[in-house]
């Protein structure tokens, strides 16, 4: 049923539509609460209610329970599972048994009949000031959230901020090395050239190789010999070092493209594995078994990134709780990836403290966590899961044994190229 008769609603006022197959009642309703300004608008019955609230938003539905067609109760029930208007249900009687019925369908109020304008009335302010406190509740929450997230990417960026400081230090020790043996071997060469220059095999005192001999200090030229080219081999191994961590970086941050593309996941893996090597690698070893022939996933990297960073920093975190209560110095985090028939499968393992019975069916719950605040905001998983399943049509599942650790496998289609 399509209604073309809705109020148009200026979007700043309170919508309330009010249900009974009643006119007086309605008409009663309506009069208690138009004084306020609120936009109201009337259905005679469920079925014509739930029309209406799919055409148009509104803040609370008050609506009779004993109705023809769509009965108040099987209202309240949709209206709970599919929008998000409270309702507060009018009622002839109310016993114990109304009571659970009407609640338990989802209703956050009751009132009454036969019932005055005022009652009516406050039950409507009640209601609205909890759809106030829980929206400011909501808004505070995901400003804590975004202000922890920044706070997770602050201590991430000083972790690799430290993994590219490693190397600047000894490249700089390295190069500090080379110049001062630079330096004398210089001096050695120019002594060289003027010996060449002045000395005679027939002048008085030491021969020319003697002359040589006494002027090279022998262990120093071998110390010099033997421990350069490591100098420079080092040197040159921490500059790549610093250039995969920028790249990975880089990659990571701006994969280039915001919608799905073709993607090596291996490298994406890599990546992450790179730029938060400072989370795990006092405490665990982190191994890759990357299938090298897995073909490339049609998927957004930058979100897939997202979750492969939040996948290795729980498996860091959970290692790093197991391990006190371990006589172990470390632990291991796995990364696998296979393609599994029509699949691409990525596994990530950790030897860590397993996830407990009570929370494995809360642990995708948008701001479920258990870590302190700080260490984490609890969006991880539920952000995983929403990339994983929504965005890229895929599954996201664990495997947990508690003391032994965890595997998350993530499955994406393979989409072959046309
Ligand atoms: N590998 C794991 N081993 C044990 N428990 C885990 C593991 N991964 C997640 N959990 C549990 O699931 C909870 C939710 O994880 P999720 O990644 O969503 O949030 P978080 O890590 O707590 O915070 P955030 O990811 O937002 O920084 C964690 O707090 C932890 O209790
Ligand atoms: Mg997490």
Not at 43 to 52: K, L, Q
Not at 124 to 137: A, G, N, S, T
Request: charged share 25%.
């Amino acid at each position: 049923m399509s209604n073309n008769n809705l109020p148009v609603f200026n979007s700043n006022q309170v919508r309330i539509l009010i249900v009974d197959d009643e006119p007086p009642i309605r008409k009663l309703v309506a009069r208690a609460l138009e004084p306020e300004g609120y936009e109201i608008c009337f259905a005679s019955d469920g079925e014509e209610a739930f029309s209406i609230l799919l055409e148009s938003f509104f803040d609370i539905v008050i609506t009779d329970i004993v109705m023809p067609k769509m009965d108040g109760t099987e209202l309240i029930k949709k209206i709970a599972e599919y929008l998000p208007a409270d309702v507060i249900a009018m009622t002839g009687r109310i016993d114990e048994y109304s009571y659970d019925h009407i609640v338990g369908a989802g209703a956050c109020d009751f009132v009454q009949k036969p019932f005055g304008p005022g009652e009516i009335l406050l039950r409507v302010k009640r209601v609205l000031r909890e759809r106030q406190l829980k929206e400011d509740l909501l808004k505070s929450h995901k400003e804590l959230a975004q202000s922890q997230k920044f706070e997770s990417l602050g201590q991430l960026s000083a972790g690799i901020a430290h993994e590219i400081n490693t190397p600047i230090q000894y490249i700089a020790d390295n190069v500090a090395f080379i110049k001062d043996s630079f330096q004398d071997l210089n001096e050695i060469l120019s002594h060289l050239k003027s010996l060449s220059g002045s000395a005679r095999n027939d002048s008085p005192g030491p021969s020319l190789p003697d002359q040589i001999r006494s002027m090279l200090n022998m262990d120093d030229l071998e110390y010099m010999a033997e421990e350069m080219p490591k100098a420079i081999d080092q040197t040159l191994e921490g500059i790549r070092n610093i250039r995969n961590i920028v790249k990975a970086m880089k990659d990571f941050a701006h994969p280039g493209k915001t919608e799905h593309v073709y993607t090596d996941l291996n490298q994406c893996i890599k990546n992450a594995a790179i730029i938060s090597k400072n989370e795990w690698k006092y405490i665990a070893d982190l191994v890759l078994d990357l299938d090298e022939t897995l073909p490339e996933a049609f998927c957004n990297p930058g979100e897939l990134n997202q979750v492969f960073l939040n996948l290795i920093i729980n498996a860091g975190h959970a290692v790093s709780d197991q391990l006190k209560c371990d006589s172990s110095p470390k632990g291991k985090i796995k990364i696998k990836t296979q393609k599994l028939g029509n699949w691409i499968e990525i596994a990530v393992s950790d030897t860590g403290a397993g996830i407990p019975e009570d929370i494995k069916s809360k642990i995708f719950n948008p701001f479920f966590t258990t870590k302190e605040i700080g260490k984490g905001t609890g969006q991880g998983l539920a952000i995983a899961r929403s990339v994983v399943v929504d965005r890229h049509k895929g599954e996201i599942e664990f495997e947990t044994a508690q003391g032994k650790g965890t595997t998350f496998f993530i499955r994406l289609p393979l989409i072959t190229r046309e």
